[in-house]
């Protein structure tokens, strides 16, 4: 039996090795010698999405939580890459606030933004913030034991609640958001091979945060993690805190969205409230349903193809995406539960029952061994 696990896993990683390296040459060689610069741009923007996605994927997905509140972390990500990439202009230039500050009659730069003037520090904060943040609420939400519709309902509150408090802050651009970044650690936004420099780091993101996500579903945690999600009761009878263990994978969902809120800020060019409330929250959710929650590689290629299909369908259809979104949305629930990621085992169920030759059984012959016979028993006579 563990010659067989071991052999089992060991062509896993083979195969896992094998789709990491086709992956790889899609994206660095494939996708820019056949992709316009416009095109590749909005790729490295699916990108992004992608790498909300796959956290998405295992926090709902293997966790059982539904996360309608990713837009939270990614715009934690997301404002303090443009804040730094605002001060880092702003110094080129001689000036001591960003220019959208001297329009709106702000003449000293916010407490709040000095720190992230620092580009090693606003890398930190990148990383460490959103998976504070996700670690806070956590602990207060899962150890209170809020689950199921409470916990979706709460977190999607607090995504419409940032991006009202961030409508509001003039001194963060208010409903317009920040933009008009030029620079990038030093390197110009308007270069083509500095744009597809950005796509490069996204792509390479995206490949490790998609390792990161399968050690973890392979290791013991994420086995914990299934059993927390299907018999969490029975888990915290074993001796384990299931509050412990989706604290973990909720900041785990939390950190990859927000490094993929920092990549967007300078691939698209500009960060708003818009990004981040309640509409692309569940946009991001959308896009794992349909490519299929349980499933590694299902939440991005899911999050890839509803973006690209909302880019394709808006321009063609302007006002008719929303409505094809939502009938996506409801066909994969209510029919396709496990999304597009488990299309092909399903029809593979159904053919091989459909087609299945159940081969009949002859029963052995019964092989009757010969009775000695009875002789008559021999009357004496008298």
Not at 209 to 238: H, I, K, N, P, T
Request: proline share 5%; charged share 15%; with cysteine.
């Amino acid at each position: 039996m563990t010659t067989l696990i071991e052999r089992w896993r060991a062509h896993s990683t083979l195969t896992a090795l094998g789709g990491f390296g086709v992956a790889a040459i899609l994206l660095f060689a494939v996708a820019p010698a056949a992709l316009s610069d416009f095109r590749l741009n909005l790729l490295a923007k699916f990108l992004c999405f992608a790498i909300v996605a796959v956290g998405i994927g295992l926090a709902w997905g293997r966790g059982g939580m539904l996360t309608l509140g990713q837009g939270v972390f990614f715009g934690i990500g997301a404002y303090i890459m443009a804040m730094h990439l605002q001060m880092a202009d702003a110094s080129r230039l001689g000036n001591d606030v960003p220019e959208f500050m001297e329009i709106s009659g702000i003449r000293e730069l916010p407490s709040f933004w000095q720190p992230f003037a620092s580009g090693p520090v606003a890398l930190i904060g990148i990383l460490v913030l959103p998976a504070l943040v996700a670690a806070v609420l956590g602990y207060g939400v899962f150890k209170r034991r809020v689950k199921g519709a409470y916990f979706a309902i709460l977190s999607q509150a607090l995504a419409a609640a940032l991006a009202i408090l961030l409508t509001g802050q003039q001194a963060i651009g208010g409903f317009t958001g920040l933009s008009d970044f030029r620079a990038f650690f030093g390197f110009k936004l308007s270069d083509p091979a500095n744009r597809k420099m950005l796509f490069f780091i996204a792509a390479g993101t995206l490949l490790v945060v998609v390792a990161l996500v399968r050690q973890l579903m392979r290791s013991r945690y994420g086995e914990l993690l299934v059993a927390v999600r299907d018999q969490e009761e029975r888990v915290r009878f074993l001796g384990y805190d299931p509050a412990n263990v989706k604290i973990v994978a909720y900041v785990v969902a939390a950190f990859f969205a927000g490094i993929a809120g920092a990549l967007f800020t300078p691939i698209v060019g500009i960060i708003s409230p818009a990004d981040i409330g309640v509409v692309p929250s569940i946009a991001f959710l959308i896009g794992v349903a349909i490519g299929g929650r349980t499933t590694l590689l299902g939440p991005v290629l899911g999050a890839i193809g509803v973006a690209w299909a909302q880019t394709a369908f808006s321009e063609e259809f302007p006002s008719g995406w929303t409505y094809l979104q939502g009938v996506l949305f409801i066909v994969v629930i209510g029919f396709i539960p496990a999304g597009l990621a488990g299309v092909w085992p399903m029809l593979k169920g159904l053919l091989d029952s459909r087609f299945r030759r159940v081969t009949p059984t002859t029963p052995a012959s019964i092989v009757v061994e010969p009775q000695p016979a009875i002789e008559p028993e021999k009357v004496e006579s008298r």
